[in-house]
């Protein structure tokens, strides 16, 4: 048998970016991207997404209203804000306790609504809503999920890709 190559087990296994798990990768990336930090490879179960060179420790939530599935109507938009005992990937430790491991959540949202149009790394075709840590912790408490309209509701504006940036640095 010939040697594996890389490009062609990411095209096989990772080409289908409608699809919940890898949209939710492109969305780190996407924030990566928008907030610097793609200086290094990202790290699987961390208790937080992404670290910038400042610090500042990010957790990316995505959703969309199109799957990858046949749908009769657009999904709900809806995102998990649970606390979690995070695992810290340089310590191999979990958490004591359950909470809220980043400073920042951005909820990311690809807003495509026809399949046929639908390219979820044209970063135009997403929006993102910043919040820290505490806001979530003030409004939410304990609570384990959000929708999208509950957190437009306590103020949360809508951002383009070059607003995130902005947003975050």
């Known amino acids: 048998m ?7 087990f990411w095209q096989w296994a990772f080409s289908d970016f409608m699809s919940n ?3 939710g990768v492109l969305a780190e990336y996407i924030v990566a991207c928008a907030a610097d930090c793609t200086h290094c490879s990202r790290t699987e179960w961390n208790a937080y997404d992404l670290q910038t060179k400042s610090g500042l420790k990010i957790e990316v939530k995505s959703a969309a ?3 990858s599935w046949e749908q009769k109507k657009p999904s709900s938009i809806r995102f998990d804000i649970a606390s979690k005992k995070g695992w810290n990937a340089v310590t191999n430790q979990s958490a004591g306790e359950a909470l809220r491991s980043a400073d920042l959540y951005v909820f990311c949202i690809f807003a495509a609504k026809e399949k046929k149009i639908a390219d ?3 970063p135009d075709q997403w929006f993102f ?3 820290p840590t505490s806001v979530l ?5 304990v ?3 959000v929708s999208l309209s509950t ?3 306590i103020g949360l504006e809508r951002l383009n890709f070059d607003a995130l940036r902005a947003k975050i640095l």
């Open 151 to 153: 957190l437009e509701a």
């Open 2 to 8: 010939k040697n594996i190559i890389a490009s062609d």
């Open 120 to 122: 979820p790394l044209n």
């Open 143 to 145: 609570r384990k999920s």
């Open 137 to 141: 912790n003030q409004h939410f408490g």
């Open 65 to 67: 209203y199109l799957q």
């Open 129 to 131: 809503l910043v919040c």
């Open 21 to 23: 798990a890898l949209r």
